[in-house]
C-alpha cells in the first residue's frame, strides 16, 4: 500500500506529539500514586545550573507545579553558583543549589542565606585541564602560569587544592578569574594556561576538543559537594515545602539513576547540550538523594573555608555551622521522610 507524503506542517504536529507522549510517560513512570498536594508559599523561585541534574528533571516534568497548586512555580538559570547566590540574597530566589564554595564567599560576604540541603559528593565531576600540546604535566608545573577560574565556584577550591597538592604558595599562580564560557574561549585560544572547571562545561569540552587532565576531585581529595541553600525567611515560614522538595528532587534523581536513557535525553531537551556530553558527564554523577547536612559534611565544608581564608581570599573567618539549618523535632521528621 502506497503512503502520502507528509506535509511539513503534519510531520511537526507529529514530532510534537512524540516528544509530548515521551514527557508524559516519564512523568507517569516516576510520579508518586496520587501525590498530596501541599501550601506552598505565593511564589518559588528556584536558581539552577545545567549541571543542576535532579532540579532540570523537575522542572522538565513539572512536578513541583502540581505538588504547589497555588503557587508561581518560576526556574531561573545561572551560569555559576556565585551568581545564583548573589540573587538568592537580595530577595530574587527563594531556593537554589550551588556547589561549595559559593555559600562559603556569600557567608563571608554577610550574605543572610541557610544550607537546607546536600547531594553526596561528586569528586570526579571537576579537573584541572590544559591543551593537549600543553608543556604542563604535573601539578608542579603551575608555578607562575595563568590558569582561568570562575572566582567563588567549586573549581576555585579544586584550584586551590591543586596548588596546595603541588607544594606551591597561592602567589606562585596568576588566577584569571572568567565565567565559564569566558574561561573555555581563553583557555582554546591559550590565553590561559590551564582551567579550573566542573561540568558539564568538563564533559563539553573533553569530547570537543579533548584535553589533558592533570588532576580532577579525586586526585586532590576535593568532595565537590553540592548544596541546597535558601532565604532565611523562605525556610522559617515554609518548613514543611523543603520537605516535599527533598522528596521530589530525591525521586529525580532515581530517575537518573534507574532510567539513564531517558533522563540523558530529558537533560539533552532541555539544555541544548549534546546527548554525548550529558551521558558522560551523568556517569560521572553518583546517586544523589538529597537529604539535611551531616556532622561530617559540616566539617568537609568548613575546612573548605578555611582553606579560603587562609589563603586571604575571604575577607573573615566563617564558622559553617552558624548557617545551616537546624529544625524542630516536627520540621526535621518532615524534611528527613522518605519519598
Known amino acids: 500500500m502506497a503512503h502520502l507524503p ?44 545545567k549541571s543542576a541534574v535532579n532540579l532540570v528533571i523537575l522542572k522538565q516534568q513539572g512536578v513541583l507545579e502540581k505538588r504547589f497548586p497555588g503557587t508561581r512555580v518560576s526556574w531561573l538559570e545561572f551560569p555559576a553558583g556565585p551568581q545564583l ?38 569528586p570526579d565531576s571537576s579537573a584541572l585541564l590544559v591543551l593537549k600540546d600543553s608543556p604542563l604535566r604535573t601539578l608542579g608545573d603551575l608555578k607562575g602560569r595563568r590558569i582561568a577560574v570562575q572566582k567563588g565556584s567549586s573549581a576555585h577550591y579544586l584550584l586551590v587544592r591543586a596548588v596546595e597538592r603541588a607544594g606551591l604558595q597561592w602567589a606562585d599562580i596568576q588566577p584569571v578569574y572568567l565565567a565559564p564560557a569566558d574561561a573555555r574561549a581563553a583557555f582554546e585560544r591559550k590565553s590561559v594556561d590551564a582551567w579550573a572547571i566542573w561540568d558539564p562545561f568538563y564533559a563539553a569540552t573533553e569530547l570537543a576538543i579533548q584535553p589533558r587532565v592533570l588532576a580532577t576531585g579525586r586526585d586532590l581529595a576535593s568532595s565537590n559537594n553540592s548544596f541546597y541553600l535558601a532565604a532565611r525567611p523562605f525556610v522559617q515560614a515554609h518548613p514543611q515545602v523543603l520537605r516535599v522538595l527533598f522528596e521530589e528532587l530525591s ?7 534507574e532510567a539513564r536513557k531517558d533522563a540523558i535525553k530529558l537533560i539533552a531537551d532541555f539544555s541544548g547540550l549534546d546527548a554525548g556530553v550529558v551521558s558522560l558527564f551523568i556517569q ?32 573573615k573567618p566563617v564558622n559553617v555551622a552558624d548557617i545551616v539549618w537546624r ?9 528527613s521522610a522518605k519519598p
Do not use: C
Open 251 to 257: 525521586r529525580a534523581d532515581r530517575l537518573a539513576q
Open 284 to 315: 560521572r554523577r553518583p546517586s544523589s538523594p538529597v537529604g539535611l547536612l551531616s556532622p561530617a559534611t559540616v566539617a568537609d565544608q568548613q575546612r573548605v573555608a578555611d582553606a579560603f581564608f587562609k589563603l586571604g581570599l575571604i575577607p
Open 327 to 335: 529544625p524542630s523535632a516536627a520540621q526535621l521528621a518532615a524534611a
Open 85 to 122: 547566590l548573589e540573587a538568592l540574597s537580595v530577595g530574587s530566589l527563594e531556593f537554589g543549589l550551588t556547589g561549595d564554595s559559593p555559600p562559603v564567599f556569600a557567608q563571608a560576604a554577610g550574605k543572610d542565606l541557610l544550607y537546607v540541603g546536600a547531594e553526596p559528593p561528586k
Open 6 to 49: 507528509l506535509s511539513n506542517e503534519r510531520r511537526r504536529a507529529l514530532q510534537l506529539l512524540g516528544v509530548t507522549a515521551f514527557h508524559w510517560v516519564l512523568a507517569s513512570r516516576y510520579a508518586h500514586a496520587q501525590s498530596p498536594a501541599v501550601q506552598g508559599p505565593e511564589q518559588l523561585r528556584i536558581g539552577y545550573q
